[in-house]
């Protein structure tokens, strides 16, 4: 499953559950990602 996220300001993603997420070639700029669950989590060509 893949998903197209656009945020600007940025996007907690904190304490989230993002098992067999797909963040390829995303751009998470200013994203919390603190104790989120990145189990099998793609981040090919992910940007900052």
């Known amino acids: ?4 996220v656009t945020q600007r300001g940025g996007t907690s993603f904190r304490h ?3 098992t067999d997420a797909n963040f390829q070639k995303a751009e998470l700029k200013s994203t ?17």
């Open 1 to 4: 499953m893949a998903a197209f």
């Open 16 to 18: 989230a559950n993002l």
């Open 32 to 48: 919390d990602l603190r104790q989120a669950n990145l189990t099998h989590t793609c981040c090919f060509k992910l940007k900052n």
